[in-house]
Structure formats: structure tokens, C-alpha cells
């Protein structure tokens, strides 16, 4: 049955919240900073698992805040086609001159807001990882990767423990607004307003008891 469309969103052209626009240059020293490393290395080993889990050769991807790539190669050799999608035109310069020829063949890239994007084809699995820190309207933006995914949306967003609560004092400096999630509040809102939708949500990132974890790792997929 096709989905009803979706109602006009609700967001600017550009994302006022997105320090990338301006600081696009800078990300992948932030990335090679040994704690964030460290940080990440925990994230990527739970999000690899998720992609293993989750996706098929024969699929279409869609990665919402690609950034300059570092899951993008991962998922353009586990799947058939990825669209690789970012508001910032500097992080995408980067992406492009970074995969293969042969790697390229089989994506698109867009330069947008992503809610204000509609794939013209159909996207069998959304992913978007560290993207939601910045999005103010949250539950617009997973009903968005939500309508527009076949069978599953796999994201990442900052918990509400003690290193959520550091990046989001630091990010300030950057004036940027990080946002933070209780696991609470994303469930809630999934389960009554996507019952259909499995969800399963996974602390990663700096994981001891005491820090309340940095990051969540969730999975939506289609019951
Ligand atoms: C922290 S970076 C993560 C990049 C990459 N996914 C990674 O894990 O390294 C966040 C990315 O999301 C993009 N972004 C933030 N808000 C966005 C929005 N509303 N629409 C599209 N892209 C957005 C930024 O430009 C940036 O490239």
C-alpha cells in the first residue's frame, strides 16, 4: 500500500544548527583527538553490528549527514547503491575526492536539509549517525527517515548521561546547541507513535556505569 505524503516540512533550507557549514575542515582532526577516538572506536564496533545485522547486497541506502565519510565506504560495499546526503557543500567536497571511482558509481551525492529531501527511488534502509545532536525537531526528522525507509533506520544520538551532558557544555563554545536524549523519550515516542516499528536502542561510546554512556545506537526495522 503507498504511504500517505508526508506533510510539508517543517525546516529551513539550510540547517541553522550545523557547525559544518563553517567547520567542515576541522572534523577529521576533532576525529583523530585520542579521546574521541577512543569514543568512537566503542561507537563504530556497535554500529558495524547493526549494519551486519541490517543490510543486504541488494539494498539502497540512504546516509543522512554523510560527513566527510566514515561509515560511507562501509556502506557502499555492503549495499547496491547509497545516496549520500549532507547539508554542508564543504563536507561533501571532501566525501567525493575520498572513495574510488568504482565506489562512486554506485551513489549519489545531495546537497540538502534532509528533510526537505525525497528520494525519487525507493530507499530500503536510512542511516544517520551523529545527526540528531543537531537537529532541533527531532521527531519530524526520524518521521522523515521513517516514511522514507522500506524496512529499517539505523541512527546514533547523544545520551542524557554525564558525557552527554559534557559534549553538549562543550559544543556551546561552537554555538552549537547539542541535543541530548533519555532513552525514555525515544521510546515513548516509537512505541506509541510506530508501533509497527521494532526498536532497539544500544548504549555505546564511553560505557561505564558511571558515564551514563555517550552515545545510543538504535535500530528501528519494520515487525
Ligand atoms: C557529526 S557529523 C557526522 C558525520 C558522519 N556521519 C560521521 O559519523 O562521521 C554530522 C553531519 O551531519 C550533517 N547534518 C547536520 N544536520 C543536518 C541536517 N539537518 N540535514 C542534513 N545533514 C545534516 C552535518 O553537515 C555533518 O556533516
Not at 554500529?47 to 560511507?72: A, K, N
Not at 566525501?95 to 571511482?101: C, K, Q, V
Not at 525515544?186 to 561510546?205: K, N, T, V
Amino acid at each position: 500500500m503507498k504511504k500517505p505524503a508526508m506533510p510539508p516540512p517543517n525546516f529551513p533550507e539550510h540547517s541553522a544548527n550545523n557547525p559544518y557549514h563553517k567547520t567542515a575542515q576541522y572534523y577529521e582532526r576533532k576525529l583523530n583527538l585520542p579521546v574521541i577516538r577512543s569514543i568512537r572506536r566503542g561507537e563504530s564496533a556497535s554500529i558495524y553490528r547493526c549494519f551486519e545485522e541490517i543490510l543486504r547486497p541488494t539494498d539502497t541506502v540512504l546516509e543522512i549527514g554523510c560527513g566527510t565519510g566514515y561509515y560511507t565506504r562501509d556502506l557502499v560495499n555492503r549495499a547496491s547503491h547509497v545516496i549520500a546526503l549532507d547539508d554542508s557543500e564543504s563536507m561533501l567536497n571532501i566525501i567525493r575526492n575520498r572513495l574510488t571511482a568504482e565506489e562512486v558509481s554506485r551513489m549519489q551525492f545531495v546537497r540538502s536539509e534532509a528533510t526537505q529531501f525525497t528520494p525519487t527511488e525507493a530507499v530500503d534502509v536510512v542511516v544517520h549517525i551523529g545527526v540528531l545532536d543537531y537537529v532541533p525537531d527531532w521527531k519530524a526528522f526520524l518521521a522523515h527517515s521513517l516514511f522514507n525507509a522500506r524496512r529499517a533506520v539505523i541512527f546514533t544520538c547523544p545520551t542524557d548521561g554525564l558525557c552527554g551532558h559534557m559534549f553538549h557544555l562543550l559544543s556551546k563554545w561552537e554555538g552549537v546547541n547539542i541535543q541530548r536524549y533519555a532513552r525514555r523519550q525515544l521510546e515513548d515516542f516509537l512505541h506509541e507513535s510506530y508501533p509497527e516499528w521494532r526498536c532497539e536502542i544500544r548504549r555505546a561510546g564511553i560505557n561505564g556505569g558511571w558515564s551514563g554512556g555517550s552515545t545510543w545506537v538504535c535500530t528501528l526495522q519494520l515487525r
